[in-house]
């Protein structure tokens, strides 16, 4: 499979510990996005890269959350000192340069339950 | 503000029939419309997309038509199956590269 791959697809956590995520995307694709969807509800955006910059990100993401894509590649997406309210399915997507660099392509995602 | 309604929440047919679900959105900034589709359990997945320079779109069988003046969006499935039973989330953006607000999705239920 040579799309969007992302890592654990299921994590299981106590509240106040720290949970690191990794996402792979398609390797031609220099943009990456964070999203986060709950059940019942579409993706929300939380952050997003060209290459190795964070050129935005939400007002969701607080404080205790932190993303990275140190070689412009792969990226991970931390949350330190997890709360129940945390719990959801992360969504990792990349887009492609140039026309058409809005059409996202999803991972699996990784489903976050903090206990 | 960049909020999309959706409906409806969910939509019940029989396989054959059509189905259509409609979006509204708020920001004039919006220019690029997608449809995702999300099987249980599964990714999205894009299933067609719209320009804001374009009222209509289709493929196969789903089309989508775009009334800008009015702002809202819909897609439409004609002689649904079983297999397209899912979650359909509509999307904006145009704002942002990549940066897409969603709405709150349509469970499709198709009955065989």
């Known amino acids: 499979d040579t799309g969007v791959s992302q890592d654990p697809r299921h994590k299981i956590t106590k509240r106040g510990q720290n949970v690191t995520f990794r996402c792979d995307p398609i390797?031609?694709?220099?943009?990456l996005y964070w999203y986060r969807q709950t059940l019942g509800q579409g993706p929300e955006f939380l952050t997003y890269f060209q290459n190795e910059a964070q050129l935005e990100k939400s007002r969701l993401l607080s404080d205790r959350f932190s993303a990275e894509r140190p070689k412009g590649s792969f990226s991970t997406l931390e949350i330190q000192r997890t709360e129940q309210g945390d719990s959801a399915m992360y969504l990792c997507a990349s887009s492609p340069r140039g026309s058409g660099d809005e059409k996202l392509f999803f991972g699996s995602g990784t489903q976050l339950s903090v206990l | 503000g960049e909020n999309v309604e959706q409906h409806p929440s969910t939509l019940s047919v029989q396989e054959g029939d059509s189905a259509v679900i409609k979006c509204t959105y708020s920001d004039s900034a919006s220019n690029y419309f997608p449809w995702y589709k999300q099987e249980l359990g599964k990714r999205p997945q894009l299933i067609i997309d719209i320009r804001s320079n374009v009222g209509e779109k289709k493929d196969q069988r789903i089309a989508v038509t775009l009334n800008k003046t009015a702002k809202h969006f819909s897609l439409h499935i004609t002689e649904t199956q079983p297999e397209d039973s899912a979650v359909y989330f509509c999307?904006?953006?145009?704002?942002?590269?990549?940066?897409?607000?969603f709405g709150q999705g349509t469970i499709l239920t198709v009955h065989p």
């Open positions: 999307a904006r953006g145009g704002t942002s590269y990549g940066k897409l607000t």
């Open positions: 390797s031609e694709h220099n943009r």
